[in-house]
């Protein structure tokens, strides 16, 4: 790095069902990326199940934090700055990762830094793309999240369009569990897919008046709880794998079109997408299409980085600390935090 000293990050993620930790060096590489699941655990209710989440957090978060730390050969002495999830996510569980990062920093007499965890799911592009750089456009598709976002600069950001509704990543989980499958729904409805039509029912595709940039996907949802209801009614057997492909098609085929109309509005050179959903392959096949028609440069996260983890977190840190950006003690768990809206803005 031209002679100049490495700068080490230590990033916790704790606002949803991933306690996860890892050090991140000069932003873009990671030398440990931590990520415990309770995916086992939520999957007994169907769903994350708020409290289970921050205990499973409190119990879990030292060892994650202890093992981020072995695995990147580091101890304090050699981070630079502790990065934390404030916010948007679960309240109990933001708080887990927050309490934690500041007693770390405060005993370490390191800097704190908060960061968004959208921001954080953006910025996972940064670390396999080393040509990635602003501006560009984003689409996060997440469990709570879908959002085009105008990638302006480092840290600059302004969102587009966003759902109006259910995030796409909800409407996976909440269409998996209708017809039969497990929790997270996303990965079980791409598995089932694989082996039905997409062409078999034909499911809407919702467009929202007003912002050519929103979504909605509650009427896609209760067009699939309808087919399903109907074939009760009627005696007719539900070809799970059909209902699966039919519905990916159809979320699939929304986000991409509204994508490629901010594409094609704002003259987008470079495009990426973000979030649990982005690690959908058939979502990725049908962006990488419409962004190579348009000569458009297409970028994406590794699955493990798409979903949540912590990685992300110090790498959206590292362009904060950059910009001299620090936070102080009074740093706080905000679950409804806006992209773009710093703690003491709220
Ligand atoms: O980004 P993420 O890990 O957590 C949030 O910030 O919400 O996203 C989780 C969401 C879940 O709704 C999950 O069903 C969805 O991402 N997801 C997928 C896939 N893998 C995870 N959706 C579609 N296809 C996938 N392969
Ligand atoms: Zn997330």
């Not at 080393?130 to 600069?153: A, M, Q, R």
């Not at 768990?333 to 809206?341: H, M, N, S, T």
Request: hydrophobic fraction near 45%; include cysteine; proline fraction near 4%.
């Amino acid at each position: 790095m031209d002679g100049k000293r490495d700068i080490n990050i230590l990033a916790i993620e704790s606002s949803c069902d991933e306690t996860a930790a890892a050090v991140v060096v000069n932003g873009r590489s990671i030398r440990s990326n931590i990520i415990s699941s309770q995916i086992e655990i939520h999957t007994l209710y169907g769903g994350v199940v708020p409290e289970i989440a921050s205990r499973k957090h409190i119990e879990r978060i030292n060892q994650v934090i202890a093992s981020a730390l072995d695995t990147a050969e580091m101890t304090l002495d050699d981070i630079d700055a502790v990065a934390v999830t404030y916010g948007p996510g679960l309240a109990g569980a933001l708080l887990v990762g927050v309490a934690e990062a500041k007693a770390i920093a405060f005993a370490g007499r390191l800097p704190l830094i908060g960061v968004h965890h959208i921001e954080g799911h953006i910025n996972a592009n940064y670390i396999e793309n080393p040509d990635l750089e602003p501006p560009f456009l984003c689409l996060v598709v997440s469990g709570g999240h879908t959002h085009l976002v105008n990638v302006k600069d480092y840290g600059i950001y302004e969102i587009l369009g966003r759902t109006r509704d259910d995030a796409a990543g909800e409407a996976f989980d909440k269409v998996a569990r209708a017809i039969g499958l497990g929790y997270p729904g996303g990965p079980e409805i791409e598995k089932a897919a694989m082996a039905g039509d997409a062409e078999a029912i034909g499911f809407p595709r919702a467009k929202v008046s007003g912002c050519a940039y929103d979504f909605s996907f509650s009427g896609l949802k209760s067009a699939v709880l309808n087919y399903l209801n109907g074939c009760k009614m009627k005696g007719i057997p539900v070809v799970q794998e059909n209902v699966a492909a039919s519905f990916q098609k159809a979320v699939v085929d929304v986000l991409t079109e509204n994508a490629m109309l901010g594409v094609d509005h704002y003259g987008a050179k470079q495009f990426a997408i973000a979030g649990g959903v982005a690690s959908n392959a058939s979502f990725r096949s049908a962006m990488e299409d419409a962004c190579r028609k348009r000569g458009v440069q297409f970028f994406y996260p590794s699955p493990v980085l798409c979903t949540d983890n912590a990685a992300m977190i110090g790498t959206a840190a590292y362009y904060a600390y950059q910009a001299g950006r620090r936070d102080d003690w009074t740093l706080n768990a905000v679950p409804d935090l806006k992209l773009g809206c710093r703690q003491a803005d709220k």
